[in-house]
């Protein structure tokens, strides 16, 4: 699925402004869709060091794309930092609505179980890498 942004710099009558043509996806369906185009937008912003703004009620995503979060609460700021940082106050975040990674529960849940993973992966490839250490396999 092909996307494409323009970002240029116009000048003014001698003032530089930033103008920003951008596209916005609504209701896109289909998980390998929505993979697809997030990848090409993640490119994007490495290529060109544009600023994306993901909202999103997928914490998988917001894990996986974002450098970093801002969590608000009726007007207040209640977190803003990587996602490592957020996501390791999961319980916090259930208290306003939110929740983390479905991966950030199974990381829990294995060290409950006796496995000594680290809890605030937020990836599964993370956690792939957390397993394969902790079994002694890497």
Excluded at 2 to 9: E, K, L, N, Q, T
Excluded at 28 to 38: K, M, P, Q, S, W
Aim: glycine share 6%; net charge neutral; hydrophobic share 40%.
């Amino acid at each position: 699925l092909p996307i494409s942004a323009d970002m240029h710099r116009k000048k003014n009558q001698g003032k530089r402004r930033s103008r920003m043509e951008l596209e916005m996806f609504s209701k896109i369906t289909g998980e390998r869709a929505v993979d697809e185009i997030l990848d090409q937008i993640a490119k994007l912003r490495e290529e060109t060091g544009m600023t994306v703004i993901l909202v999103s009620h997928s914490m998988e995503d917001v894990a996986r794309y974002v450098d970093r979060i801002i969590v608000m609460n009726k007007g207040q700021v209640l977190y803003d930092d990587v996602p490592r940082e957020v996501f390791h106050h999961y319980k916090e975040l259930e208290r306003v609505g939110l929740a983390a990674p479905q991966i950030t529960y199974i990381m829990h849940a294995l060290r409950e179980k006796g496995l000594l993973v680290d809890t605030d992966i937020t990836t599964v490839e993370e956690a792939r890498e957390a397993i394969l250490k902790a079994l002694g396999r890497k």
